[in-house]
């Protein structure tokens, strides 16, 4: 334990390797002071020791610890021997290439832009000639008259030159433009040389030659597209029409053929008919006149040839067979004779006559191409629910030729016109196939809606399909009226008939058209397969 009057013995703190070099040892004395008497009284005693003296602490850097390194790793890890760098040297001894980064420019960019030649000469005038006495040097690009060179000078004013081309001597005055001359001052005013006015009038004339020449060519040949005495052959006569020719089939029969105008509302339509009575009876199609059937108010016009205008009534209607008829009030009106259908062949000559498109009167000619060809017809927004049993012609039928009348060579009417057959949609011109219903039986519905306004035809109480098995076509029975003359006779569903009467049936609109040709009551032979057996029954058709 310590005397606090005890003088404070001071402690020394030694560090190596410090600042004041290698193998040194500074020795600092820190005075330790156990309270502050102790300090009091060391302050005291001890004057000599000042304040001065004292210095902090100053640490030196650590030394670096680096462990041995064994011989195997020095052999695997270090350097080769020789080498003290990072990298090693070329092998043969060759210089380290350089790596080139970018493209060397190219040379018109290098001389506009890069650095100039050391050796050029420069284009600052020099200020001496190097030897220290203040000349100046010569320069051959510094010549005499370098001073007067506006090139040279950039304190020069920018002034107008000869072209590049001129010569170094004195230069031309510009020339400025002349006033313009007159027609007078030209010829009289001695302004022009005489030649030149002698070589203008000269070249004037020749122009004026080269001119007239050209015109009367031109006059020449254009006088030879004409004649004033043209002499044209005479026409002789035209030759003399035969009976039985299309043109004196279409005088006889185009008197009798009408025109129909159908005004419904804001609509209306066109269609054809045939006079086949003297008091004013008109024949057509249904679907001509049933849009003013089914709505009032609605308007029928008959045209005639002559274009005489006639208002027409409806008489009677026909939807299962596609026949009109209709009155108008004329007075003496041409009528159409009648012949008959049954003796067509394929082959024989026909006339279509109507009003196509409205265009009244037109006349085509064909030739008949099938007879009874069933067809069934599409009633395009009437009540028209027909299938008839059709003359098929190649005479060019349109719409508006529905009822107009289809004549034979002798000029009788055979047909009437009512339906085509066209390739599309919609509405089509004629492709050669149309077809008119037999007069024959035309004849018989136009006697019955004159007499009574109204038709009744026979049935036979069926629905039926077409069908064939390969062998057989027929019509398969797919229902039975209940009451009707099928299931009278015993026919049943599942019977393909395969002949009514002395017809054969081949599918399911042959067999409407062979019953509704026959009278309402007549007994008629059905030759049918059931269950594949043949057999025959008779029916007794019913009325519809």
Do not use: C
């Amino acid at each position: 334990m310590s005397d606090p009057n005890t003088p404070a013995e001071p402690s020394s703190v030694e560090r190596g390797n410090g600042a004041e070099g290698p193998g040194e040892d500074r020795t600092i004395e820190i005075p330790r002071q156990s309270d502050a008497a102790d300090a009091t009284q060391s302050d005291a005693t001890e004057s000599d020791v000042t304040q001065s003296d004292v210095t902090p602490p100053r640490l030196g850097p650590r030394p670096l610890e680096r462990p041995a390194v064994d011989d195997e790793s020095a052999a695997a890890f270090g350097r080769p021997q020789g080498v003290d760098g990072g990298f090693a040297a070329m092998r043969n001894g060759a210089a380290p290439r350089s790596t080139t980064l970018v493209a060397p420019p190219p040379a018109a960019l290098a001389s506009a832009f890069g650095r100039p030649d050391p050796a050029a000469p420069s284009l600052q005038r020099p200020t001496e000639n190097g030897a220290g006495n203040g000349a100046v040097q010569e320069d051959s690009f510094w010549s005499d008259g370098a001073e007067r060179d506006p090139w040279r000078d950039p304190e020069s004013a920018a002034a107008l030159g000869p072209p590049a081309g001129a010569s170094k001597g004195a230069s031309e005055p510009l020339r400025g433009e002349g006033a313009r001359l007159s027609l007078r001052e030209v010829l009289f005013g001695r302004r022009v040389e005489p030649r030149a006015l002698a070589l203008l009038a000269v070249v004037a004339l020749l122009v004026g030659a080269a001119g007239g020449m050209v015109g009367r060519y031109t006059a020449e040949g254009a006088a030879g597209l004409t004649d004033p005495d043209p002499s044209i052959t005479q026409t002789v006569p035209g030759r003399e029409r035969p009976p039985g020719s299309v043109a004196d089939i279409a005088a006889r029969t185009v008197p009798a053929v009408v025109s129909f105008e159908i005004r419904v509302g804001e609509e209306g339509g066109t269609g054809s008919g045939v006079v086949i009575d003297p008091s004013g009876y008109v024949l057509t199609n249904n679907h001509v006149v049933a849009p003013a059937a089914e709505v009032t108010g609605a308007q029928i016009e008959a045209i005639f040839h002559d274009g005489t205008r006639a208002a027409a009534q409806i008489v009677g209607r026909d939807p299962k067979t596609d026949l009109a008829v209709v009155k108008v009030e004329v007075a003496n009106p041409v009528v159409a004779t009648f012949g008959s259908s049954a003796g067509l062949v394929v082959g024989d000559g026909v006339i279509a006559i109507g009003s196509p498109l409205g265009l009244v009167g037109t006349v085509t000619e064909g030739i008949v191409s099938a007879v009874n060809r069933p067809v069934r017809l599409d009633g395009a927004g009437t009540d028209t629910n027909a299938v008839i049993d059709a003359i098929q012609t190649d005479a060019a039928i349109n719409p508006g030729n529905s009822g107009g009348p289809l004549v034979d060579s002798t000029g009788a009417v055979v047909g009437i016109n009512t339906a085509i057959r066209s390739i599309g949609m919609g509405e089509g011109g004629s492709i050669g196939l149309g077809f008119a219903i037999p007069i024959d039986d035309a004849r018989g519905i136009a006697e019955e809606l004159i007499r009574t306004g109204a038709v009744t035809h026979a049935e036979i109480g069926v629905n039926s399909r077409s069908m064939t098995d390969g062998t057989t076509d027929g019509a398969q029975v797919q229902n039975v009226q209940q009451g009707g003359a099928a299931e009278a006779a015993g026919i049943i569903e599942g019977d393909v008939i395969t002949r009514v009467g002395d017809r054969s049936i081949a599918g399911a609109d042959e067999l409407v058209v062979a019953v509704r040709e026959r009278n309402p009551g007549d007994t008629v032979e059905v030759q049918l397969i059931r269950e594949g057996r043949p057999l025959t029954v008779s029916v007794v058709l019913a009325s519809d």
